[in-house]
T-cell receptor
Framework: NAGVTQTPKFQVLKTGQSMTLQCAQDMNHEYMSWYRQDPGMGLRLIHYSVGAGITDQGEVPNGYNVSRSTTEDFPLRLLSAAPSQTSVYFC???????????FGPGTRLTVT | AQSVTQPDIHITVSEGASLELRCNYSYGATPYLFWYVQSPGQGLQLLLKYFSGDTLVQGIKGFEAEFKRSQSSFNLRKPSVHWSDAAEYFCAVEGFNKFYFGSGTKLNVKP
């Protein structure tokens, strides 16, 4: 099993550009989520999904869109990047019992 | 609203000494509580979790945590720290499919 994979590992964007962060898992987990990690603030939940076709907002959803068309994939879209979105982004998955969350390696995004 | 507070930003302990990392949570019902560890440049790894039952839970790498409802706390302990334990530690609470993390405690281990 590859577990949770994220691409790219690093990305630099200019203000106003759009991009999609990819996340995939091969553990057949129903629950998937996106977090951003900023110094001194821990991880904050952006969006989450409890199954294909179902998504919901977390603590900090503004500026981000998600969709869940398959169990395996949960992409995060930035429609118009802003410097405030400079962060490290983690994707995670778990069974619907919310047992252990498995985290991907992260994507470091810089918006200039 | 749910929240997690980790009052210690940095902690330094000597190798072989005991460790306690503090975590306080705010949650209206019986919480699901977690401790995660993050090594530099890595994702998070689960150390242990509390859902119900025995309030003292054992985890991986010799860690344990005690749930104290009266104090809204879930402190992480280890009797003897190893140099490889140097990392950042996060406490988290889950409620209604949402996870809330504390701001983390960075652990340094002195030789």
């Amino acid at each position: 099993n590859a577990g949770v994979t994220q691409t790219p590992k690093f990305q630099v964007l200019k203000t106003g550009q759009s991009m999609t962060l990819q996340c995939a898992q091969d553990m057949n987990h129903e629950y998937m989520s996106w977090y951003r990690q900023d110094p001194g603030m821990g991880l904050r939940l952006i969006h989450y999904s409890v199954g294909a076709g179902i998504t919901d907002q977390g603590e900090v959803p503004n500026g981000y869109n998600v969709s869940r068309s398959t169990t395996e994939d949960f992409p995060l879209r930035l429609l118009s990047a802003a410097p405030s979105q400079t962060s490290v982004y983690f994707c995670a998955s778990s069974t619907i019992g919310l047992d252990e969350q498995y985290f991907g390696p992260g994507t470091r995004l810089t918006v200039t | 609203a749910q929240s997690v507070t980790q009052p210690d930003i940095h902690i330094t302990v000597s190798e072989g000494a005991s460790l306690e990392l503090r975590c306080n949570y705010s949650y209206g019902a019986t919480p699901y509580l977690f401790w995660y560890v993050q090594s530099p440049g890595q994702g998070l790894q689960l150390l242990l979790k509390y859902f119900s039952g025995d309030t003292l839970v054992q985890g991986i790498k010799g860690f344990e945590a005690e749930f104290k409802r009266s104090q809204s706390s879930f402190n992480l302990r280890k009797p003897s720290v190893h140099w490889s334990d140097a990392a950042e530690y996060f406490c988290a609470v889950e409620g209604f499919n949402k996870f809330y993390f504390g701001s983390g405690t960075k652990l340094n281990v002195k030789p």
